[in-house]
């Protein structure tokens, strides 16, 4: 036990800490088209007003029915939202909007070669290229209400069509990262038990046509052998006869969706009228063990949640063009791509490729070319393009009206570049926590209402009602001590389950602060999020970071156990330790200490086979910075591996006292191995 909270605060004690900030204020010209200036939407979702003020977002929505019950705790803490209500997505984000704007475009595809055009999609195109893959999805894949289907597609308009069809239908859709390796999608096959893959030939990035089919192939035949047979692999071309090599296909097995399509020209499929609290997707993200976790999240609430944040946090109105930069493949892309800004009749850009290739100006040129007005991506890249491009942006002729920060803690003197050169100083920005399991977002301001306070996020957003636990379970009032940050009440984005693992959805979100587990009552049951947080006197929460085994980089989570196991499937690796490094883009990335079972000889080589294994397992985001092959680790009297001191040594921070280690000599060989000193 006094190991364990050693090893929780980890993550927290090596944080980046910084100065409380000044605000800065939106200006009035923001606030004078903001889509909420009035501070009383605070008491209308006030706790007194809960569950019934989350209302106001469901209204937002067309329904084919009311719900009856605005919340049902009856299964707790397994929530139920609208429930009695009927509803489908995919004519909430297409159908609905024909009548006055079916002209509008719904998406602007920005592919990576810049001779390459502009795909403008309009929301009547939209309708039909839904309409016929999801007539495609039902009558030849056989795919109907309840199925889940895994798709591992890279950033294009196909996987935004994909989605909205399988919503259309009611097929629960599982997006994998694109850039996850087939070992990954493999997982998630077998864990959602899905029997149709839908994969895309090849895609740009950085200058590079890849093949991504390739990974489908593989990936089929690593679910097989855990227990998943995937009988059909429906393959989208993005450049039909452009593949970087052959795209082999498996006769009887995999079809190309361009080819298939045909037969369903025209084809109109009726929406599938859905209870709000049927899943409408699964979205998978690490946790402390290596197992990932398939977060299970709802149609009405879900969408009620994104469309109603989408409208007051991120000021969303059906006349702005809408640029998120985050991949679909992530929460934010469904949240804050797809679901969110269609379902308000926006204009949302999906890009191909990265943010600084071929230079630090791409951004601003998509801009500039699109007249793009609320803009919306994470501290990474900005670090990136604070780097290599820093006098960029006033190149272009772009205004931004609105910014969004996302994923990780950003630093005030970043955000403060973002600010005054990307934002021109006339951006309102917000700076939003959340997570893959909450649907949308948990803190930040509310641009037309609150000031800015570079480095926070903010208060809890209208209706979520943060607190601030310590390890005892008392809620820690003092402003800027650090606890764990909770939420008090459930809200309609909140994920209903770990799909085929109720047990560990409670003891992972709820078991550490839940008052009574016989409770029917939300109040007994807060959320422990997994991050350690501060709260200032102006009710502003700072995130710390995780105080669980997870790492984020580039604002995406890896679970340390994930890149653990990956390490340990070499044949020579007897033990395995991840610790985060800070990094000046990426936030934090992965360090790597291996001892090797007796007899095997630390070589560059074998460090290099490692590292190796991990891109291949998970992908190249969980390369580690560093594979350290050490002669041991150090280590508890109780045998338990002391991460903590690896992290202080790869981080160059003092390890504190370890006399109390069973082995305090190995401390010394790994730090000058590491440090040089
Ligand atoms: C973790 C969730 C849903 C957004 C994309 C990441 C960290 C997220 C912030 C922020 C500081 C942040 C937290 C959180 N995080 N946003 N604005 N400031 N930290 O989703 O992969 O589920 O990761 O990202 O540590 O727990 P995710």
Known sequence: MGDKKVEETTEAQIAVHWQEE?????????????????????????????????????????????????????????????????????YNCIDRHLEK?????????????????????????????????????????GLKR?????????????????????????????????????????????????????????????????????????A??????????????LVWQRYPGKS?????????????VNEELKNYYGKRIEPEKMLAEDPLFLMYTSGTTGKPKGCQHSTGGYLAYVAGTSKYIQDIHPEDVYWCMADIGWIT?????????????????????????????????????????????????IRALRKIGPDEPAKYNYHFKHMTTVGEPIEPEVWKWYQREVGKGEAAIVDTWWQTENGGFLCSTVPGIKPMKPGSAGPGVPGIHPIIYDENGHEVTKAGIAGNICIQNPWPGQ??????????????????????????DWRDWPYLAGDAATKSD????????????????????????????????????????????????????PDLYIALKPGYEATEALAQKISDAICEQIGKIAKPRKVWLVPDMPKTRSGKIMRRVLGAISNNKDVGDVMTLANPEVVVIIKEMVTGK
């Open 244 to 256: 970087s090599t052959e795209t082999p296909m498996v006769a009887g097995r995999d079809f190309f």
């Open 146 to 218: 309840g199925d889940r289907v895994t798709v591992h597609m890279p950033m294009t308009a196909e996987l935004a069509i994909t989605m909205l069809a399988c919503a259309r239908l009611g097929v629960i859709h599982s997006v994998v990262f694109g850039g996850f390796s087939p070992n990954a999608c493999a997982d998630r096959i077998v864990d959602s038990q899905s029997r149709v893959l839908i994969s895309m030939d090849a895609y740009y990035r950085s200058g590079t046509l890849l093949n991504h089919k390739i990974n489908a192939d593989d």
């Open 22 to 90: 000044g605000y800065y204020y939106p200006s009035t010209k923001f606030i004078g088209q903001a889509n909420l200036t009035d501070p009383a939407v605070y008491d209308r979702f006030s706790l007194d007003n809960f569950p019934d003020c989350f209302t106001e977002y469901a209204k937002m929505l067309d329904w084919y029915k009311p719900w009856n019950t605005v919340l049902d705790t009856s299964d707790a803490p397994c929530w139920k939202w609208f429930k009695g209500g009927l509803i489908n997505a995919s």
């Open 538 to 589: 102006d009710g502003y929460y700072r995130i710390l970071g995780r105080i669980d085994d997870v790492i984020n980089v580039s604002g995406h989570r890896l679970g340390t156990k994930e890149i653990e196991s990956a390490a340990l499937v070499v044949n020579e690796v007897a033990e395995a330790a991840v610790v985060p490094v800070a990094h000046d883009i990426k936030g934090k990335v």
């Open 495 to 520: 994920f209903q389950t770990i799909w085929g693992d109720r047990d560990r959805f409670v003891e992972t979100y709820f078991a550490r602060y839940c008052k009574d587990p016989k409770s029917k």
């Open 333 to 381: 892309g469904h949240s804050y791509i797809v679901y969110g800004p269609l379902a308000l009749c926006a204009s949302s850009v999906i890009y191909e490729g990265v943010p600084t290739y071929p230079d630090a100006g791409r951004s601003w040129r998509i801009a500039q070319e699109l007249d793009v007005n609320i803009f919306h991506t994470a501290p990474t890249a």
């Open 220 to 233: 089929v035949k690593i679910a097989k052998n855990g227990g998943q047979v995937v009988d059909k692999v």
């Open 101 to 141: 704007n079916k002209n509008k475009t719904a998406i602007h595809f920005v592919p990576e070669p810049e001779s390459e055009r502009v795909d403008h999609i309009t929301y009547q195109e939209l309708y039909v290229r839904v309409n016929e893959f999801a007539a495609l999805l039902r009558d030849f894949a």
